[in-house]
């Protein structure tokens, strides 16, 4: 089973843009969904984003659908989120992990796996 690792978090103003990235440790072969779910204390895992193994079907939160937009690059075995217009409330430790055999995108954290150490995103006001 493959290992993902998120990079790419930092501080930004509201308003600003940021780029996470989950990179894994093998090659998907179109085998796994890989979403993103952030986290901020006290609270339960929060559904962002996915994406399909084949790319072609993609889910959104809606948070944050038409500020965020997921993509992979299968070459370099990672997937982006691409975080637009960020708000204080995108503040929050995010997450990647994988899922496969299922036929709808699930949006429960215990039914995926694979987690990195995540990445802080903070956004100020």
């Known amino acids: 089973q493959a290992q993902l690792v998120e990079s790419g978090g930092g501080l930004v103003e509201a308003g600003g843009s940021l780029r996470l990235s989950c990179t894994a440790s093998e090659p998907n072969n179109g085998n796994y969904v890989i979403g993103w779910f952030r986290q901020t204390p006290g609270k339960e895992h929060e559904f962002v984003a996915a994406?399909?193994?084949?790319?072609?079907?993609?889910k959104y939160s809606d948070s944050v659908k038409g500020r965020f937009t997921i993509s992979r690059d299968d070459a370099k075995m990672t997937v982006f989120l691409e975080m637009n217009d960020l708000k204080p409330d995108d503040t929050a430790v995010y997450h990647c992990?994988?899922?496969?055999?299922?036929?709808?995108?699930?949006?429960?954290?215990?039914?995926?796996?694979?987690w990195g150490q995540g990445a802080q995103v903070t956004v100020s006001s």
């Open positions: 992990g994988m899922t496969w055999g299922r036929t709808t995108i699930p949006e429960d954290h215990r039914l995926w796996t694979g």
């Open positions: 994406i399909s193994g084949s790319g072609t079907t993609t």
